[in-house]
C-alpha cells in the first residue's frame, strides 16, 4: 500500500474537490488504469457488435472482508457473472463507491486491489464510475455498485421457454460454500480445514461451455440470494413443469454440510457466488459434465436432476433414504447480507 496524507475517508473526500482529487488519482486510477478509464470523463464511449446483455447490481455485503474474499472482488465477479449467465462475455463495467466517513485507506486499498484482481482475471475493463461518502452512522463502511455490459455469444440461445421435459439439471460445483463462508465468519466459528467463499468469475467457463454446444444450453443461472432452491422454484413456475432433484447427486463439501447442521441451515437455500445451474439438453448433458471437469470452475460438477412432466410447478427432492418432498421457495431471510 503506497503512502497516503490520510489514513481514514473524511466527508471532504466527497466534496468533489481537492481531497477527492487525491482519493481518486493516487488510489482508483492508479489501481484500476486503463486507457478508458483514463480519460477521467463522465461517462465512457466503445463500440459493441452483435446482441448486447446489460446488468446491474449493488453489494452491502457483511462482513465486507471474509475467508476467500472481500466486497470489491464479490461486485466484480457478481456483474460478470450476471452476465455470462445471459451467454454473454463481459466487456465494460461501471464502478461506483458509497463510503461511510471513517472507513480507513487501509481497508480502501484492500478492496481496490481485491477488484484488480478480479478485473484481471475474468478480463473486463472498468470505464466508469462514482465516489460518494456518508456521514459516519449513515452507511455500513462502504457499499459497492456495478454495472456491466457484454456482448452475447453469437450461439447463445438462453431462455427458460426453451426448457422441456427431459432436459438434464447441472450443478457446476460444490454448493453453499459463499454463505456458509460469511456466516462461520460472522459467528467466529472454527473448522478442521478453512471455508472459504466460492467467489470466481465464471465467464470463461460459460464461454466454453456454449462454444461446444450452442444452443443445447437452454438456461443458466447463478444461484445466490435463496440458492438453488430459489432458482429452480422460478423456473417450474414459469414452465409449468416439474423439476426432480437427487440428494444424493448434490456435489457439497463434507464441511460445509456438518456447519448446515450445526447452524440449522438447508444447503438448498444458501446463498453461492461462484458457482452455476444450467438445464441442458439430455443428449448434450454428457459432454456438457465432460468439459466442466476439466475447467477448474467445474471440477465438482454433476448431473442433479432433470426435468419432467409430472408435479409441475414444483421442485421435487429424492431423499437420500429414497423417500420424495416438496422443495419450496425460501421464506424469510435465512441470511442477511450475503452479497
Known amino acids: 500500500m503506497p503512502k497516503f496524507d490520510f489514513d481514514v475517508i473524511t466527508m471532504g473526500h466527497g466534496s468533489g474537490g481537492l481531497l477527492t482529487h487525491r482519493l481518486l488519482q493516487s488510489g482508483v ?9 483514463d480519460q477521467q470523463h463522465d461517462g465512457a464511449s466503445f463500440e459493441l457488435n452483435g446482441r448486447t446483455a446489460f446488468s446491474t447490481d449493488s453489494y452491502v455485503i457483511s462482513p465486507i472482508f471474509f475467508p476467500g474474499g472481500n466486497i470489491g472482488e464479490l461486485a466484480v465477479n457478481g456483474t460478470v457473472n450476471d452476465l455470462a449467465m445471459c451467454g454473454a462475455s463481459p466487456k465494460y463495467l461501471s464502478l461506483a463507491f458509497i463510503i461511510e466517513e471513517g472507513f480507513t485507506m487501509e481497508a480502501f ?4 486491489v481485491g477488484i ?3 478485473v484481471n482475471k475474468s478480463g473486463v475493463m472498468i470505464v466508469t464510475g462514482d465516489t460518494k461518502v456518508v456521514e459516519k452512522g ?4 462502504i457499499f459497492i455498485n456495478t454495472s456491466g455490459i457484454g456482448v452475447i455469444h453469437p450461439k447463445a ?3 427458460h421457454n426453451h426448457i422441456q421435459a427431459g432436459d438434464q439439471i ?3 460445483g460444490n454448493l453453499a460454500q459463499h454463505g456458509i463462508a460469511i456466516m462461520s465468519k460472522r459467528q467466529g466459528l472454527e473448522f478442521e480445514t478453512d471455508i472459504v467463499s466460492d467467489s470466481t468469475n465464471l465467464n470463461h467457463t460459460i464461454t466454453s461451455l456454449i462454444d461446444a454446444l450452442g444452443d443445447k444450453v437452454k438456461f443458466l443461472r447463478d444461484p445466490t440470494r435463496g440458492g438453488l432452491a430459489s432458482v429452480l422454484n422460478e423456473l417450474a413456475e414459469m414452465r409449468k413443469l416439474g423439476f426432480v432433484i437427487d440428494q444424493n447427486k448434490i456435489p457439497l463439501d463434507e464441511q460445509v454440510e456438518g456447519a448446515c447442521e450445526m447452524l440449522g441451515l438447508d444447503p438448498l437455500y444458501v446463498a453461492n457466488e461462484g458457482l452455476f445451474v444450467a438445464i441442458v439438453d439430455k443428449e448434450a448433458a454428457a459432454q456438457a459434465i465432460e ?3 476439466k ?3 467445474g471440477t465438482n460438477a454433476a448431473i442433479i436432476g432433470e426435468v419432467t412432466e409430472t408435479h409441475p410447478g414444483k421442485v421435487m427432492m429424492k431423499s437420500r433414504i429414497g423417500g420424495h418432498r416438496v422443495v419450496g421457495y425460501l421464506t424469510g431471510e435465512q441470511l442477511p447480507r450475503i452479497c
Open 116 to 118: 484488480k484482481s478480479a
Open 138 to 141: 449513515k452507511g455500513d463502511q
Open 170 to 172: 447441472i450443478l457446476s
Open 157 to 159: 440461445k438462453i431462455h
Open 29 to 37: 486510477f492508479d489501481v484500476l488504469k486503463n486507457d478508458m478509464l
Open 291 to 293: 468439459l466442466l471437469h
Open 109 to 112: 486499498w484492500e478492496i481496490l
Open 295 to 297: 475447467d477448474e470452475n
